[in-house]
Protein backbone atom coordinates (compact mmCIF):
# COMPACT_ATOMS: atom_id res chain seq x y z
CA UNK A 1 0.00 0.00 0.00
CA UNK A 2 1.25 3.62 -0.67
CA UNK A 3 2.13 5.71 2.26
CA UNK A 4 1.80 8.98 2.38
CA UNK A 5 5.01 10.60 1.84
CA UNK A 6 4.55 13.56 4.32
CA UNK A 7 3.92 11.00 7.24
CA UNK A 8 7.10 8.71 5.89
CA UNK A 9 9.52 11.60 5.51
CA UNK A 10 8.43 12.59 9.19
CA UNK A 11 9.17 9.35 10.85
CA UNK A 12 12.46 8.92 9.47
CA UNK A 13 13.56 12.71 10.24
CA UNK A 14 16.97 12.22 11.08
CA UNK A 15 16.98 14.96 13.81
CA UNK A 16 13.88 14.53 14.67
CA UNK A 17 14.63 12.06 17.82
CA UNK A 18 13.14 8.87 18.72
CA UNK A 19 9.81 7.79 18.01
CA UNK A 20 6.90 8.14 19.78
CA UNK A 21 7.28 5.59 23.33
CA UNK A 22 4.83 3.58 24.34
CA UNK A 23 3.41 3.78 27.92
CA UNK A 24 4.53 7.45 28.12
CA UNK A 25 3.30 11.07 27.31
CA UNK A 26 5.09 13.75 24.99
CA UNK A 27 3.94 17.13 25.98
CA UNK A 28 4.99 18.87 22.35
CA UNK A 29 4.45 22.56 21.74
CA UNK A 30 2.88 23.33 18.67
CA UNK A 31 4.01 26.92 17.99
CA UNK A 32 1.35 29.78 16.98
CA UNK A 33 -0.68 28.36 14.75
CA UNK A 34 2.03 28.08 11.26
CA UNK A 35 1.96 24.61 11.05
CA UNK A 36 5.87 26.05 9.32
CA UNK A 37 7.01 26.44 12.37
CA UNK A 38 6.28 23.06 14.13
CA UNK A 39 9.89 21.95 14.98
CA UNK A 40 11.27 18.17 13.69
CA UNK A 41 11.10 16.56 17.32
CA UNK A 42 7.59 17.27 17.15
CA UNK A 43 6.88 16.13 13.61
CA UNK A 44 8.68 12.96 14.46
CA UNK A 45 6.30 12.29 17.63
CA UNK A 46 3.10 13.15 15.76
CA UNK A 47 4.22 10.80 12.47
CA UNK A 48 4.77 7.31 15.46
CA UNK A 49 2.27 8.63 18.01
CA UNK A 50 -0.67 6.17 19.00
CA UNK A 51 -2.75 8.67 20.26
CA UNK A 52 -2.81 12.01 20.25
CA UNK A 53 -4.89 14.96 22.18
CA UNK A 54 -5.17 17.84 20.86
CA UNK A 55 -6.02 21.72 21.61
CA UNK A 56 -7.71 24.52 19.62
CA UNK A 57 -5.52 26.55 18.97
CA UNK A 58 -3.00 23.69 17.45
CA UNK A 59 -2.49 23.89 14.20
CA UNK A 60 -4.70 21.02 13.24
CA UNK A 61 -2.83 20.63 9.56
CA UNK A 62 0.05 18.95 11.26
CA UNK A 63 -2.36 16.05 12.54
CA UNK A 64 -1.82 14.66 8.80
CA UNK A 65 1.37 13.69 10.06
CA UNK A 66 -0.49 11.01 12.37
CA UNK A 67 -0.44 7.27 11.47
CA UNK A 68 -3.71 6.49 9.70
CA UNK A 69 -4.79 4.42 12.90
CA UNK A 70 -3.75 6.93 15.46
CA UNK A 71 -6.79 8.17 17.72
CA UNK A 72 -7.51 11.74 17.64
CA UNK A 73 -8.32 13.13 20.26
CA UNK A 74 -10.31 17.02 20.69
CA UNK A 75 -9.48 18.14 24.25
CA UNK A 76 -9.86 22.12 22.97
CA UNK A 77 -11.15 24.77 25.10
CA UNK A 78 -13.19 28.19 24.54
CA UNK A 79 -12.54 30.55 27.78
CA UNK A 80 -16.49 30.25 28.58
CA UNK A 81 -16.60 26.03 27.47
CA UNK A 82 -14.35 23.17 28.09
CA UNK A 83 -14.99 19.94 26.16
CA UNK A 84 -12.87 18.21 29.10
CA UNK A 85 -11.68 20.37 32.69
CA UNK A 86 -8.16 19.99 33.12
CA UNK A 87 -8.82 17.38 35.33
CA UNK A 88 -10.33 14.85 32.83
CA UNK A 89 -7.55 16.15 30.08
CA UNK A 90 -4.85 14.49 33.03
CA UNK A 91 -6.34 11.85 33.41
CA UNK A 92 -7.23 11.08 29.76
CA UNK A 93 -3.19 11.55 28.96
CA UNK A 94 -2.31 9.01 32.00
CA UNK A 95 -4.91 6.30 31.38
CA UNK A 96 -3.86 6.29 27.91
CA UNK A 97 -0.28 5.96 28.57
CA UNK A 98 -0.98 3.47 31.09
CA UNK A 99 -2.80 1.33 28.53
CA UNK A 100 0.47 1.19 26.33
CA UNK A 101 -0.84 4.13 23.90
CA UNK A 102 2.36 6.05 22.40
CA UNK A 103 0.89 9.79 23.61
CA UNK A 104 1.07 13.43 22.49
CA UNK A 105 -0.18 15.96 24.09
CA UNK A 106 0.10 18.51 21.00
CA UNK A 107 -0.30 22.17 22.94
CA UNK A 108 -0.65 25.43 21.40
CA UNK A 109 1.99 28.00 21.90
CA UNK A 110 4.79 26.62 24.32
CA UNK A 111 3.71 24.37 26.94
CA UNK A 112 5.86 25.54 29.62
CA UNK A 113 4.17 29.28 28.84
CA UNK A 114 1.51 30.45 30.22
CA UNK A 115 -0.07 27.01 29.47
CA UNK A 116 -1.00 24.05 31.78
CA UNK A 117 1.59 21.99 30.45
CA UNK A 118 3.70 21.66 33.88
CA UNK A 119 0.15 20.29 35.77
CA UNK A 120 0.00 17.51 33.02
CA UNK A 121 3.56 16.54 33.97
CA UNK A 122 3.14 16.80 37.03
CA UNK A 123 0.00 14.10 36.86
CA UNK A 124 2.28 11.96 34.78
CA UNK A 125 4.77 11.75 37.40
CA UNK A 126 3.00 11.61 40.46
CA UNK A 127 1.17 8.24 38.12
CA UNK A 128 4.68 7.50 37.77
CA UNK A 129 4.58 7.52 33.67
CA UNK A 130 7.53 8.58 31.48
CA UNK A 131 6.81 11.88 29.76
CA UNK A 132 9.29 14.49 27.99
CA UNK A 133 8.68 17.91 26.94
CA UNK A 134 9.08 19.73 23.75
CA UNK A 135 9.49 23.40 23.48
CA UNK A 136 7.27 25.11 21.32
CA UNK A 137 7.91 28.84 19.47
CA UNK A 138 5.37 31.14 21.90
CA UNK A 139 2.84 33.13 20.00
CA UNK A 140 3.57 36.23 22.18
CA UNK A 141 6.98 36.22 19.97
CA UNK A 142 6.11 34.94 17.34
CA UNK A 143 2.59 36.62 16.15
CA UNK A 144 3.87 40.34 16.77
CA UNK A 145 6.85 38.69 14.49
CA UNK A 146 4.64 37.63 11.75
CA UNK A 147 3.06 41.62 12.24
CA UNK A 148 6.50 43.19 11.53
CA UNK A 149 7.01 44.25 15.45
CA UNK A 150 9.94 42.68 17.32
CA UNK A 151 9.76 42.23 20.88
CA UNK A 152 13.09 44.22 21.48
CA UNK A 153 15.06 46.63 19.69
CA UNK A 154 18.14 48.71 20.43
CA UNK A 155 17.50 51.82 21.92
CA UNK A 156 13.91 51.45 22.08
CA UNK A 157 13.10 47.89 24.04
CA UNK A 158 15.75 46.10 26.16
CA UNK A 159 13.79 43.12 27.07
CA UNK A 160 10.11 41.73 27.27
CA UNK A 161 7.76 40.75 29.73
CA UNK A 162 5.61 37.93 29.10
CA UNK A 163 2.11 38.46 31.16
CA UNK A 164 -1.37 36.69 31.68
CA UNK A 165 -4.15 39.09 31.03
CA UNK A 166 -6.95 36.23 31.67
CA UNK A 167 -6.53 37.91 35.53
CA UNK A 168 -8.99 40.78 36.02
CA UNK A 169 -6.73 43.74 36.87
CA UNK A 170 -9.70 45.44 38.96
CA UNK A 171 -9.04 42.33 41.80
CA UNK A 172 -7.19 42.94 44.99
CA UNK A 173 -6.15 39.49 44.93
CA UNK A 174 -4.79 39.40 41.38
CA UNK A 175 -1.13 37.83 40.98
CA UNK A 176 -0.49 40.32 38.32
CA UNK A 177 1.18 43.67 39.67
CA UNK A 178 0.12 46.13 36.96
CA UNK A 179 2.01 48.99 38.83
CA UNK A 180 4.98 47.16 38.38
CA UNK A 181 4.47 46.33 34.72
CA UNK A 182 3.58 50.01 33.85
CA UNK A 183 7.29 51.07 35.23
CA UNK A 184 8.96 48.15 32.93
CA UNK A 185 10.92 50.00 30.50
CA UNK A 186 10.34 47.32 27.75
CA UNK A 187 7.48 45.93 25.79
CA UNK A 188 4.76 43.99 27.57
CA UNK A 189 3.31 40.82 25.40
CA UNK A 190 0.04 39.94 27.16
CA UNK A 191 -1.75 37.28 26.58
CA UNK A 192 -5.63 36.28 27.12
CA UNK A 193 -6.17 39.58 27.39
CA UNK A 194 -9.14 41.06 24.63
CA UNK A 195 -12.05 40.44 27.44
CA UNK A 196 -10.45 42.68 29.58
CA UNK A 197 -8.65 44.89 27.57
CA UNK A 198 -10.34 48.01 29.20
CA UNK A 199 -9.30 47.20 32.47
CA UNK A 200 -5.32 46.43 31.58
CA UNK A 201 -5.26 50.22 29.77
CA UNK A 202 -6.29 51.46 32.85
CA UNK A 203 -4.44 49.96 35.15
CA UNK A 204 -1.31 50.58 33.33
CA UNK A 205 -2.28 53.94 32.56
CA UNK A 206 -3.01 54.71 36.32
CA UNK A 207 0.27 52.67 37.03
CA UNK A 208 1.91 56.13 35.34
CA UNK A 209 2.30 54.34 31.52
CA UNK A 210 2.16 56.96 29.03
CA UNK A 211 -1.31 57.18 27.20
CA UNK A 212 0.32 57.73 24.07
CA UNK A 213 2.40 54.28 24.25
CA UNK A 214 1.93 52.37 21.08
CA UNK A 215 0.06 49.70 20.79
CA UNK A 216 -0.92 46.83 18.67
CA UNK A 217 -3.38 43.54 19.16
CA UNK A 218 -2.75 40.45 16.38
CA UNK A 219 -4.88 38.45 15.75
CA UNK A 220 -4.88 34.37 14.63
CA UNK A 221 -1.22 35.78 14.44
CA UNK A 222 0.99 33.56 11.71
CA UNK A 223 -1.87 32.25 10.05
CA UNK A 224 -3.14 33.27 6.83
CA UNK A 225 -6.16 35.23 8.48
CA UNK A 226 -4.10 37.31 10.46
CA UNK A 227 -5.03 40.74 11.48
CA UNK A 228 -3.56 43.68 13.14
CA UNK A 229 -5.02 46.52 15.09
CA UNK A 230 -2.49 49.87 16.28
CA UNK A 231 -3.79 52.25 18.57
CA UNK A 232 -2.67 54.01 21.79
CA UNK A 233 -2.99 52.95 25.10
CA UNK A 234 -5.45 55.53 25.43
CA UNK A 235 -7.28 54.37 22.18
CA UNK A 236 -7.05 50.96 22.00
CA UNK A 237 -10.34 49.78 24.27
CA UNK A 238 -12.37 51.94 22.16
CA UNK A 239 -11.22 50.93 18.96
CA UNK A 240 -11.21 47.23 19.46
CA UNK A 241 -14.60 47.11 20.75
CA UNK A 242 -15.69 49.50 17.59
CA UNK A 243 -14.63 47.18 15.21
CA UNK A 244 -15.50 43.75 16.98
CA UNK A 245 -11.67 42.37 17.75
CA UNK A 246 -11.59 39.23 19.23
CA UNK A 247 -9.79 37.05 20.71
CA UNK A 248 -7.33 34.79 20.28
CA UNK A 249 -4.89 38.00 20.33
CA UNK A 250 -1.56 38.99 21.44
CA UNK A 251 -1.79 42.11 22.82
CA UNK A 252 1.72 44.23 22.46
CA UNK A 253 2.16 47.63 24.64
CA UNK A 254 5.65 49.57 24.12
CA UNK A 255 7.20 51.43 21.49
CA UNK A 256 8.26 48.38 19.68
CA UNK A 257 4.63 48.17 18.18
CA UNK A 258 5.23 51.24 16.44
CA UNK A 259 7.58 49.66 14.01
CA UNK A 260 4.94 47.79 12.31
CA UNK A 261 5.23 50.47 9.92
CA UNK A 262 8.39 49.84 8.69
CA UNK A 263 8.94 45.89 9.02
CA UNK A 264 5.37 44.40 8.38
CA UNK A 265 6.04 41.41 5.74
CA UNK A 266 3.54 38.29 6.36
CA UNK A 267 0.52 40.44 5.10
CA UNK A 268 1.75 42.28 2.86
CA UNK A 269 2.05 38.97 0.52
CA UNK A 270 -0.26 38.60 -2.95
CA UNK A 271 -2.59 36.40 -1.24
CA UNK A 272 -2.77 37.09 2.29
CA UNK A 273 -6.26 36.77 3.59
CA UNK A 274 -7.43 34.96 0.52
CA UNK A 275 -9.49 31.90 1.05
CA UNK A 276 -8.72 28.51 -1.00
CA UNK A 277 -10.45 25.61 -1.64
CA UNK A 278 -8.06 22.61 -2.39
CA UNK A 279 -9.85 19.53 -3.88
CA UNK A 280 -7.78 16.88 -3.95
CA UNK A 281 -6.21 13.80 -2.12
CA UNK A 282 -4.67 14.58 1.12
CA UNK A 283 -1.25 13.98 0.10
CA UNK A 284 -1.63 16.19 -3.07
CA UNK A 285 -3.68 18.79 -0.82
CA UNK A 286 -0.52 18.89 1.37
CA UNK A 287 1.55 20.03 -1.36
CA UNK A 288 -0.75 22.57 -2.93
CA UNK A 289 -1.23 24.21 -0.05
CA UNK A 290 2.53 24.56 1.14
CA UNK A 291 3.06 26.65 -2.40
CA UNK A 292 -0.60 28.40 -1.44
CA UNK A 293 0.25 29.57 2.08
CA UNK A 294 3.78 30.44 1.02
CA UNK A 295 2.02 33.30 -1.14
CA UNK A 296 0.02 34.20 1.89
CA UNK A 297 -3.30 32.49 1.17
CA UNK A 298 -5.67 30.20 3.76
CA UNK A 299 -5.20 26.94 1.57
CA UNK A 300 -8.91 24.67 2.92
CA UNK A 301 -8.40 21.43 2.07
CA UNK A 302 -11.21 18.95 1.01
CA UNK A 303 -10.38 16.12 -0.61
CA UNK A 304 -12.75 14.79 -3.61
CA UNK A 305 -11.05 11.58 -4.24
CA UNK A 306 -8.88 9.45 -2.07
CA UNK A 307 -5.81 6.98 -3.44
CA UNK A 308 -6.12 3.27 -2.38
CA UNK A 309 -3.99 0.33 -3.47
CA UNK A 310 -4.34 -1.34 -6.66
CA UNK A 311 -7.04 -4.30 -7.12
CA UNK A 312 -4.40 -6.19 -8.79
CA UNK A 313 -1.24 -6.05 -6.37
CA UNK A 314 -0.06 -9.21 -8.24
CA UNK A 315 -0.25 -7.62 -11.82
CA UNK A 316 1.82 -4.71 -10.12
CA UNK A 317 4.50 -6.73 -8.94
CA UNK A 318 4.27 -8.45 -12.33
CA UNK A 319 5.17 -5.34 -13.57
CA UNK A 320 8.05 -4.48 -11.17
CA UNK A 321 10.06 -8.00 -11.78
CA UNK A 322 9.78 -7.75 -15.91
CA UNK A 323 11.55 -4.21 -14.96
CA UNK A 324 14.26 -6.16 -13.09
CA UNK A 325 14.36 -8.29 -16.18
CA UNK A 326 15.04 -5.38 -18.87
CA UNK A 327 11.57 -6.09 -20.49
CA UNK A 328 10.87 -2.33 -20.91
CA UNK A 329 12.73 0.34 -22.36
CA UNK A 330 10.65 3.10 -20.89
CA UNK A 331 8.36 3.70 -18.15
CA UNK A 332 6.16 6.69 -18.16
CA UNK A 333 4.56 8.41 -14.98
CA UNK A 334 1.84 9.92 -14.91
CA UNK A 335 1.29 11.12 -11.33
CA UNK A 336 3.10 11.56 -8.20
CA UNK A 337 0.96 8.70 -7.04
CA UNK A 338 2.24 6.43 -9.64
CA UNK A 339 5.48 7.06 -8.75
CA UNK A 340 5.24 6.03 -5.42
CA UNK A 341 3.42 3.11 -6.23
CA UNK A 342 5.55 1.43 -8.52
CA UNK A 343 8.83 2.25 -5.95
CA UNK A 344 6.88 0.76 -3.01
CA UNK A 345 5.89 -2.30 -5.43
CA UNK A 346 9.60 -2.98 -6.53
CA UNK A 347 10.32 -2.22 -2.58
CA UNK A 348 7.83 -4.55 -1.98
CA UNK A 349 9.48 -7.34 -4.43
CA UNK A 350 12.77 -6.77 -2.73
CA UNK A 351 14.09 -4.69 -5.16
CA UNK A 352 15.66 -1.15 -4.91
CA UNK A 353 15.68 2.06 -7.89
CA UNK A 354 18.55 -0.68 -9.46
CA UNK A 355 15.44 -2.57 -11.21
CA UNK A 356 14.97 0.52 -12.97
CA UNK A 357 18.45 0.41 -14.23
CA UNK A 358 17.35 -0.95 -17.68
CA UNK A 359 14.38 1.60 -18.50
CA UNK A 360 13.95 5.62 -18.94
CA UNK A 361 12.62 7.50 -17.38
CA UNK A 362 9.39 10.11 -18.47
CA UNK A 363 7.52 12.18 -16.17
CA UNK A 364 3.98 13.57 -17.36
CA UNK A 365 5.22 16.92 -15.89
CA UNK A 366 7.57 19.06 -13.10
CA UNK A 367 5.73 17.45 -10.21
CA UNK A 368 5.95 14.26 -11.01
CA UNK A 369 9.84 14.27 -12.14
CA UNK A 370 10.27 16.08 -8.45
CA UNK A 371 8.60 12.90 -7.26
CA UNK A 372 11.43 10.53 -9.07
CA UNK A 373 14.42 13.19 -8.19
CA UNK A 374 13.13 12.54 -4.06
CA UNK A 375 13.92 8.84 -4.76
CA UNK A 376 17.07 9.83 -6.58
CA UNK A 377 15.85 9.22 -9.51
CA UNK A 378 15.84 11.48 -12.64
CA UNK A 379 14.17 12.05 -15.15
CA UNK A 380 14.97 11.27 -18.78
CA UNK A 381 12.27 13.15 -20.57
CA UNK A 382 9.49 15.84 -19.40
CA UNK A 383 7.11 17.49 -22.25
CA UNK A 384 6.93 20.72 -22.56
CA UNK A 385 2.89 20.69 -22.54
CA UNK A 386 2.40 19.14 -19.22
CA UNK A 387 -0.52 16.90 -20.25
CA UNK A 388 -0.63 13.36 -21.48
CA UNK A 389 -1.03 14.20 -24.52
CA UNK A 390 1.99 16.36 -24.49
CA UNK A 391 3.68 12.87 -23.18
CA UNK A 392 2.90 10.81 -25.79
CA UNK A 393 3.84 13.32 -28.71
CA UNK A 394 7.25 14.01 -26.50
CA UNK A 395 7.45 9.96 -26.75
CA UNK A 396 7.00 9.65 -29.79
CA UNK A 397 9.51 12.62 -30.84
CA UNK A 398 12.24 10.60 -29.46
CA UNK A 399 12.36 7.97 -32.32
CA UNK A 400 11.53 4.40 -33.08
CA UNK A 401 8.66 2.60 -31.12
CA UNK A 402 10.01 1.07 -27.90
CA UNK A 403 8.43 -0.83 -25.09
CA UNK A 404 6.63 0.94 -22.58
CA UNK A 405 5.48 0.30 -18.96
CA UNK A 406 2.64 3.25 -17.75
CA UNK A 407 1.70 2.42 -14.07
CA UNK A 408 -0.99 4.51 -13.60
CA UNK A 409 -4.60 5.00 -12.49
CA UNK A 410 -7.72 2.71 -13.08
CA UNK A 411 -9.30 5.83 -14.02
CA UNK A 412 -6.77 7.07 -16.36
CA UNK A 413 -7.29 8.70 -19.51
CA UNK A 414 -6.71 6.44 -22.54
CA UNK A 415 -5.20 9.21 -24.78
CA UNK A 416 -1.63 8.39 -23.80
CA UNK A 417 -2.29 4.62 -24.69
CA UNK A 418 -4.04 5.06 -27.77
CA UNK A 419 -1.13 7.87 -29.53
CA UNK A 420 1.57 5.47 -28.42
CA UNK A 421 0.18 2.42 -29.59
CA UNK A 422 -0.93 4.30 -33.22
CA UNK A 423 2.85 4.75 -33.35
CA UNK A 424 3.95 1.18 -32.99
CA UNK A 425 4.76 1.23 -29.34
CA UNK A 426 4.27 -1.89 -27.34
CA UNK A 427 2.60 -0.59 -24.54
CA UNK A 428 2.13 -2.48 -21.29
CA UNK A 429 -0.39 -0.88 -18.90
CA UNK A 430 -1.16 -1.53 -15.03
CA UNK A 431 -2.95 -0.18 -13.10
CA UNK A 432 -0.87 1.05 -9.66
CA UNK A 433 -3.64 2.74 -7.58
CA UNK A 434 -7.28 3.65 -7.89
CA UNK A 435 -9.07 6.60 -7.47
CA UNK A 436 -11.99 6.15 -5.01
CA UNK A 437 -14.88 9.49 -4.98
CA UNK A 438 -14.87 10.85 -1.62
CA UNK A 439 -18.81 10.26 -0.09
CA UNK A 440 -19.01 13.82 1.29
CA UNK A 441 -16.64 17.10 1.54
CA UNK A 442 -15.42 17.63 4.95
CA UNK A 443 -18.21 19.35 7.20
CA UNK A 444 -16.09 22.93 7.57
CA UNK A 445 -15.36 23.08 4.06
CA UNK A 446 -19.02 22.51 3.05
CA UNK A 447 -20.24 25.26 5.18
CA UNK A 448 -18.21 27.50 4.06
CA UNK A 449 -18.72 26.56 0.80
CA UNK A 450 -22.55 27.59 1.44
CA UNK A 451 -21.72 30.43 3.23
CA UNK A 452 -20.03 32.07 0.22
CA UNK A 453 -16.98 32.43 2.90
CA UNK A 454 -14.32 31.16 0.55
CA UNK A 455 -12.85 33.18 -2.65
CA UNK A 456 -10.89 30.58 -5.10
CA UNK A 457 -11.22 27.17 -5.71
CA UNK A 458 -7.83 25.56 -7.20
CA UNK A 459 -8.66 22.71 -10.00
CA UNK A 460 -5.96 20.25 -10.52
CA UNK A 461 -7.73 17.40 -13.07
CA UNK A 462 -11.13 16.73 -14.69
CA UNK A 463 -11.72 14.28 -11.96
CA UNK A 464 -11.67 16.23 -9.49
CA UNK A 465 -13.92 18.67 -11.10
CA UNK A 466 -16.59 15.96 -11.82
CA UNK A 467 -16.21 14.67 -8.11
CA UNK A 468 -16.19 18.31 -6.67
CA UNK A 469 -19.72 18.96 -8.91
CA UNK A 470 -21.28 15.37 -7.76
CA UNK A 471 -20.25 15.65 -3.87
CA UNK A 472 -22.02 19.11 -4.48
CA UNK A 473 -25.11 18.66 -6.01
CA UNK A 474 -23.92 20.92 -8.89
CA UNK A 475 -21.67 23.95 -9.20
CA UNK A 476 -20.05 25.92 -6.93
CA UNK A 477 -21.39 29.30 -6.17
CA UNK A 478 -21.27 31.61 -8.27
CA UNK A 479 -19.20 34.09 -6.47
CA UNK A 480 -16.45 31.70 -5.85
CA UNK A 481 -13.81 32.01 -8.66
CA UNK A 482 -12.62 29.38 -10.45
CA UNK A 483 -8.76 28.07 -11.30
CA UNK A 484 -7.92 25.51 -13.68
CA UNK A 485 -4.38 23.87 -14.02
CA UNK A 486 -4.79 23.32 -18.02
CA UNK A 487 -7.54 23.61 -20.56
CA UNK A 488 -8.29 19.66 -20.11
CA UNK A 489 -9.02 20.79 -16.67
CA UNK A 490 -11.00 23.96 -17.80
CA UNK A 491 -12.81 22.02 -20.53
CA UNK A 492 -14.42 19.91 -17.64
CA UNK A 493 -15.04 23.05 -15.78
CA UNK A 494 -16.68 24.36 -18.29
CA UNK A 495 -18.69 21.43 -19.55
CA UNK A 496 -20.13 21.28 -16.18
CA UNK A 497 -21.38 24.31 -15.73
CA UNK A 498 -18.33 26.22 -14.06
CA UNK A 499 -16.81 29.43 -14.81
CA UNK A 500 -12.94 29.67 -15.24
CA UNK A 501 -11.63 32.98 -14.00
CA UNK A 502 -7.96 31.46 -15.02
CA UNK A 503 -6.21 28.87 -16.38
CA UNK A 504 -2.30 27.73 -15.40
CA UNK A 505 0.30 27.94 -17.40
CA UNK A 506 2.57 26.20 -17.30
CA UNK A 507 0.30 23.77 -16.15
CA UNK A 508 1.66 22.23 -13.12
CA UNK A 509 1.43 23.63 -9.11
CA UNK A 510 3.17 27.07 -9.85
CA UNK A 511 1.39 27.56 -12.60
CA UNK A 512 -1.99 26.82 -11.01
CA UNK A 513 -0.69 29.11 -7.60
CA UNK A 514 -0.24 32.22 -10.34
CA UNK A 515 -3.67 31.32 -11.36
CA UNK A 516 -5.10 31.59 -8.09
CA UNK A 517 -3.90 35.18 -7.72
CA UNK A 518 -5.19 35.97 -11.14
CA UNK A 519 -8.26 34.51 -10.29
CA UNK A 520 -8.46 36.53 -6.57
CA UNK A 521 -8.04 39.47 -8.40
CA UNK A 522 -10.30 38.75 -11.61
Known sequence: MTVDPLRRAAAELPFGGPPADPGSVAIVGAGPGD???????????????SLVAYDRLAPQEALALCPPDCELL??????ERHKLTQDEINDRLVAAAQAGHAVVRWKGGDPFVLARGSEEGQACRAAGVPFEVVPGITSGV?????????????????????????????????????????????????????GRLRGIADALRAGGRDPDTPVALVRWGTTPVQEVLR????????EVEAVGFGAPAIIVVGEVAALRAELAWFDTRPLHGVSVLVPRTRQQASELSERLRARGAEPVEAPTIAIEPTREPEALLAAAHALREGA?????????????????????????????????LAAVGSGTAEALARHGLRADLVPDRFTTRGLAEALVATGAPARILLPRADLASPVLTEVLADAGWTVAEVEAYRTVPASALPDAAARRLAEGDLDVI??????????????????????????????V????????????DAEAEPHDLDGLVAAVERAATA
Open 35 to 49: PGLISLRAARLLSTA
Open 74 to 79: DVGKLP
Open 142 to 194: AAPAYAGIPATHRGTAAGFAVVTGHEDPTKPDAQVDWSALAAFPGTLLVYMGV
Open 231 to 238: ATLATVAD
Open 328 to 360: HDWVALTSVNGVEALLDAIAEAGGDARWLAGAR
Open 458 to 487: ALASSSTVRNLVDLLGGPPPHQVRIAAIGP
Open 489 to 500: TAATCRELGLRV
